[in-house]
């Protein structure tokens, strides 16, 4: 019903920038929040940064003054401006919408199939 398809991940030295982008796609009435969660392998999904529809955010603590959300509502696209990463940065990056479906009055949540960001020297 919805896809979300996610761009931009790879590999980068510390100091760097990446920037990802998340294009969501489907039978979409309206997106509410769009957001940036990271995993590593043997810990849970964690929010790094979060956008409302109305422009708000909201940053994981180590993202703040380093990451950027932005969202280009014509789009139905997402951005994660990453600077200055350090190794610690280094996950597989999910996208996330929650989405009100055309013809449906209910909202679900939707994800995308990760993009891998490696901060390495």
Do not use: H
Not at 59 to 78: C, H, L, M, P, Q
Not at 100 to 115: A, E, H, I, M, V
């Amino acid at each position: 019903q919805v896809q979300l398809v996610e761009s931009g991940g790879g590999l980068v030295q510390p100091g760097g920038s990446l920037r990802l982008s998340c294009a969501a796609s489907g039978s979409i009435g309206s997106i509410n929040a769009m957001g940036w969660y990271r995993q590593v392998p043997g810990n849970a999904r964690k929010l790094v940064a979060r956008i409302t529809s109305g422009g708000s955010t909201n940053y994981e603590d180590s993202a703040k003054g380093r990451f950027t959300i932005s969202r280009d509502n014509a789009k139905n696209t997402v951005y994660l401006q990453m600077n200055t990463l350090e190794p610690e940065d280094t996950a597989v990056y999910y996208c996330n919408a929650n989405v009100k479906l055309r013809f449906s009055p209910y909202n679900y949540d939707y994800w995308g199939q990760g993009t891998q960001v490696t901060v390495s020297s």
